[in-house]
């Protein structure tokens, strides 16, 4: 599958490996290759706009202003 011409750098092809659908949002797990995998939550309606399919192709775009960082540390505090 042919990566789109995007302003977001980050695009993975791959294949759903698992769809989980619910009544509003849905689940897409897309296998990328070398044993990793992207997951995102998505509209439902979406889900059946794309016509998303377990094992059909699907490329990933992440287009991400900050990453928030994490620690189960309590004595790091703040900034």
Known sequence: MPVMPLSARNQFAGKIVALHNGAVMSEVVIDIGGGHRIV???STSSVKRL????????????KATEVIIS???PTTGGD
């Open 40 to 42: 995102s939550l998505i």
């Open 51 to 62: 016509k998303l399919k377990k094992g059909g192709p699907a490329v990933a775009v992440i």
């Open 71 to 73: 620690t189960d540390d």
